[in-house]
């Protein structure tokens, strides 16, 4: 997308990163003004989606807005507890092979928001669903751990050979190709969620209306108006529901952060999840708002498919002709870090952050620009660069930050460049397609491990709208995923990071945080570093 991600993108926010788009908007139904409950005494909370999900279909969700919705509406083998690490979920207990190799889950008795029994074979569909090459799911490639998904995916293979079988209605076996240390965080994001195989065959459009949304977690879709209002309420029927505290959560769908900020102002909203960046250091200095960490990075990417942008020399000098710190000070003012390479912090490396170990890989730096621009003009038979057009999903976060770019291209290379919004729906259909030559985006981890964001790279991941393929990247990022020499790993992981900077398929240009205002009597705040969204299973109103 992205996580949660992804790939998480940050879409509107996507993943699936950051910043959602969408329109409408309207005030939050069912919610009492002053918010935190209602005028029933029921608990209930509301906070602006600011754009409208893709899809609440967890098989092809790539974006974080879907992605909120279906952690709250489904759940995995395992979720995420309030500390960040996985914990039983649909599986109550599970163990593993000597070689760390073959999984068993034990699931519990659990059922579908309809009342039908969550099964292993649910998942065994659900799996086998996404991997199937016809399904055209861009984040099967999070299943290819998994023995003989990548095979059945790529058409080289069967879905018989898939190693994931229901040994029972209530025991699941996963066989995996080597031993994956986050196997567990995995489960906890939505690829590896179950469906509920009697819905999904009965209808194929199951995830677009409320109605035939059926779902496994602790909430359940009771109403979707699109773009304008979504309203999640307890799931009765989820195995857990005596833990969950909030009736209802509402999401409006505002594409304007000061609507959204002024409907938080007078208790329209209970939570402000994207603050307008003008108001933003006053609101963390009184202490309204919070910083809170948030696992990504903010990008641009390049068609390196498309002229001029299969130059490396081009692509770089428009990285380097990027002042990064006036962009997080001058622009976002979110608390951002200037990224100076491409995993964010937060990431184990040997001994401590992968991130600090490594380092920054480049610096901004205007006269090595002008230098490498010319040489790739030059080996293009070019005496300057032909249009430019910059793309961006419509937010005006994004705008700014194109804006800004714009000048500093502009100022520093005596470049052109056309900037061009789209909805979020319709511009990740452009990025997909390949119909952009530079354009804005996001990537949220969706596990805390180098490995969450190099992916998005490889030449066979789904999300790798660059179209760039290197195969020594893909040898570092491959081997790093499939030895347990941490030593090694976090070796290949680093040279992958550097490799990146040096053939810039992308151009990064910050590490996320998120920054949140909640109404004061909401309790139970957590906040995941791969969520673009609290967690609203752990919330409840004072």
């Not at 090459?133 to 990548?150: D, E, H, S, V």
């Not at 979020?424 to 997909?432: N, P, R």
Request: glycine share 8%.
């Amino acid at each position: 997308m992205k996580k949660k991600y992804l790939y998480k993108t940050l879409g509107g926010f996507l993943a699936t990163s950051v910043l959602l788009t969408g329109c409408g908007g309207g005030a939050a139904a069912g919610t009492a003004a002053g918010s935190g409950g209602s005028s029933s005494g029921k608990q209930s909370v509301s906070l602006d989606l600011i754009t409208e999900p893709p899809t609440l279909d967890p098989a092809m969700a790539t974006d974080t807005t879907s992605d909120f919705v279906i952690n709250a509406a489904f759940e995995g083998l395992t979720h995420l507890g309030s500390d960040n690490k996985p914990v039983p979920g649909i599986a109550e207990s599970w163990s593993t092979s000597q070689n760390g190799t073959v999984w068993t889950f034990k699931l519990r008795d659990a059922k579908w928001s309809n009342g039908d029994p969550v099964t292993a074979n649910d998942f065994v569909y659900a799996w086998k669903h996404i991997l199937n090459p016809k399904t055209g799911a861009q984040f099967a490639n999070y299943l290819y751990y998994i023995k003989g998904a990548k095979e059945y995916n790529t058409n080289k293979g069967s879905a018989d050979q898939v190693a994931v079988k229901a040994i029972d209605d209530h025991t699941l076996q996963v066989t995996l190709n080597t031993p994956v240390p986050f196997f567990l965080d995995l489960t906890a994001f939505h690829p590896y969620f179950p469906v509920d195989q009697k819905v999904v065959e009965k209808n194929p459009k199951w995830a677009a209306d409320a109605s035939t949304i059926v779902s496994d977690g602790p909430f359940k879709v009771a109403s979707w108006q699109h773009q304008q209002k979504l309203v999640l309420q307890k799931n009765q029927n989820y195995w857990d529901k005596n833990s969950i505290k909030l009736d209802q959560v509402t999401g409006v769908i505002v594409n304007d952060l000061n609507t959204q900020y002024q409907m938080f102002k007078s208790g329209q909203l209970d939570m402000d999840v994207k603050l307008p960046a003008t108001l933003t250091p006053k609101l963390l200095q009184s202490g309204e708002a919070k910083i809170y960490p948030l696992a990504g990075t903010y990008m641009l990417e390049f068609n390196t498919q498309k002229k001029p942008f299969d130059n490396v020399n081009i692509r770089k000098a428009l990285s380097l002709a990027i002042d990064r710190q006036s962009l997080v000070k001058d622009v976002t003012q979110q608390g951002e870090t200037p990224a100076y390479a491409f995993v964010p912090p937060g990431d184990p490396g040997k001994n401590g952050d992968f991130r600090k170990e490594g380092g920054d890989l480049f610096k901004d730096d205007v006269a090595q620009a002008k230098q490498l621009l010319a040489q790739g003009l030059k080996e293009e038979g070019l005496s300057q660069l032909p249009p430019i057009t910059y793309q961006y999903n419509t937010v005006d976060y994004n705008k700014k930050i194109a804006e800004a770019i714009q000048q500093m291209w502009k100022k520093n290379l005596g470049v052109d460049v056309t900037l061009q919004n789209e909805d979020w729906k319709i511009y990740l259909d452009k990025l997909t397609k390949g119909d952009f030559q530079i354009g804005r985006m996001g990537w949220i981890q969706s596990y805390t491990d180098p490995s969450a964001e190099l992916d998005l790279l490889k030449s066979d991941f789904g999300s790798n709208y660059t179209r760039w393929k290197n195969k020594q990247f893909d040898k570092y990022v491959n081997e790093a995923e499939t030895t347990t020499d941490v030593s090694k790993r976090m070796d290949d992981m680093h040279k992958a990071d550097q490799l990146i900077i040096d053939q810039a398929p992308v151009a990064p240009l910050f590490f996320y945080t998120n920054v949140f205002a909640f109404n004061k009597k909401i309790d139970g705040i957590v906040v995941h570093p791969s969520d673009t969204f609290p967690d609203v299973r752990y919330m409840s109103v004072k």
